[in-house]
């Protein structure tokens, strides 16, 4: 049986990350990565292979930079964990003992088994499989009629991709009032479900399944609570995502409330050198300190170099209370983006705040080409005006623009130090200096207080 000193379970971003991390801080020790597939996938493209990607092979992600870094790959998953012997055994029936264990399993689809119909032949998943996906979109390329259900980041890129065949009729439906209700307050996920309906997808919010309807075991539509019965060829269930904790379960691993590997803040188990990082491990919300799985690549990526440095000893201190969520899409060519507690979830955990907003033009002059309209929320501490949250509507700047909010939450930043932000701004890049969106925002939370 041969011996590593740190075995990876999974290829995806965490245990990619957490690899390369490990060996930079470790040189001499050995790594081995066990993995399902060759080929992997970037998790966040996956929903653009069905449309301007047009192929899964324009969104390859591999373990090349672990490999690079002197790390060793098998493709031969693990099946059974011992971890108070230290024993991994693969599918092959290889064994391979360890010093060190890492599960970065990640997630899989949620399967909606409370729904009538959900096993027929049809229904399908946005697995994060190379091979399974390659196969779906086969699939929704000979579909004429396509029904997503699930109205989260992935239903909601899926159905704009496929939407934009102009030969598919792709209905979405969402049973919350507004799509992506999770991510944003309601008045941007009011204006993120506006654009969606400015696209081909036939939008259903507020509306329940009743059932997947079918002949001969395969799908045929799927029927809502109001009776009436939508037509497809293919029924995407995009409901969300689980931790993948079977393995880690089996091994005797602590499971949490939501489902996923429980772990301190340094993403260790209570079993002595075993951790775990990415989808698979439990969260801690920055803000409200509750329980949470926060399934992000950006997320997982930072625990993994936390986890890298720190697995023989700890060398970097983790120096937040808890995970952010930092989300960003596009829809219909608008960037909707969010950090931190927005205003449901603020409420929800019986914290006080305001809100700051200030909406203009993302370039100076208004009259440049490719300008757009920029809204920029603030959630705040009315006490301290410390910024617990934010979300911004508008052009492609919101993409970053969100990642500063994110930092000012994670340091502290209150809205008095973003009135004194020294920003570099230019015409073609930014909003004026005289009336910065970010800054405007945080003197209107300031008018508040």
């Known amino acids: 049986m041969k011996q590593y000193d ?10 990619i990350i957490t690899g390369v991390t490990g060996i930079k801080q470790n040189p001499g020790k050995s790594f081995l990565m066990l993995k399902e597939e060759s080929k992997g996938l970037v998790p ?56 060190k264990l890492v599960f970065a399993t990640g997630s899989i689809p949620a399967i909606p088994t409370f729904l009538p119909g959900y096993d027929l032949d049809g229904v399908e998943y946005i697995k994060k499989s190379y091979t399974a996906i390659d196969k779906l979109k086969a699939k929704t390329d000979a579909a004429k009629s396509v029904v997503v259900i699930g109205g989260g980041f992935i239903g909601v890129e899926v159905a704009e991709q496929l939407a934009a065949n102009d030969s598919k ?46 002949e001969a075991g395969h799908v045929t539509g799927v029927k809502l609570a109001d009776g009436r019965t939508l037509p497809a060829d293919i029924v995407i269930s995009a409901i969300g995502y689980k931790p993948n904790t079977k393995l880690a379960a089996d091994a005797g691993l602590r499971i949490n409330e939501n489902g996923a590997i429980a772990i301190d803040r340094y993403l260790r188990t209570k079993t002595p050198d075993v951790f775990a990082v990415g989808d698979c491990s439990s969260t801690e919300g920055f803000i409200t300190g509750d329980s949470d799985n926060i399934m992000l690549a950006s997320t997982a990526t930072a625990e993994a170099r936390i986890l890298g440095y720190n697995l023989f000893s700890i060398r970097l201190l983790r120096d937040f209370a808890g995970t952010l969520s930092v989300f960003s899409t596009e829809v219909h060519n608008h960037v909707f983006a969010s950090a931190g507690a927005i205003e449901q979830a603020a409420s929800a955990a019986n914290i006080e705040f305001l809100v700051g907003k200030f909406e203009d033009v993302d370039r100076h002059p208004g009259t ?75 003197e209107n939370a300031i008018a508040q207080i």
């Open 6 to 15: 740190v075995i990876i379970l999974g290829g995806g971003p965490s245990g």
């Open 44 to 99: 966040c493209g996956i929903p653009y292979i069905f449309g301007v990607l047009g192929d899964v092979s324009k969104n390859i992600m591999g373990p090349k930079p672990f490999i690079d870094a002197g790390g060793e790959v098998l493709v031969d998953p693990a099946t059974k964990v011992d971890v108070k012997n230290k024993v991994v055994t693969t599918l092959s029936g290889a064994t391979y003992g360890f010093d």
């Open 169 to 214: 009729d792709v209905s979405l439906i969402e049973m919350e009032k507004y799509c992506l209700y999770r991510a944003f307050s309601e008045d941007l996920a009011a204006r993120a479900d506006s654009q969606i309906r400015k696209t081909k997808v036939k939008l259903f919010t507020n509306t329940r399944v009743a059932e997947i309807v079918g």
């Open 368 to 442: 440049l080409p490719g300008t757009s309209s920029l809204l920029v929320k603030l959630i705040v501490s009315p006490k301290n005006g410390a910024v617990i949250g934010g979300e911004i509507c508008g052009g492609k700047s919101a993409g970053e623009l969100i990642n500063v909010i994110a930092l000012a939450i994670q340091k502290n930043v209150t809205v008095y130090e973003l009135v004194c932000f020294q920003v570099g701004t230019h015409p073609l890049l930014t909003s004026a200096p005289t009336k910065y969106v970010l800054i405007k925002a945080a």
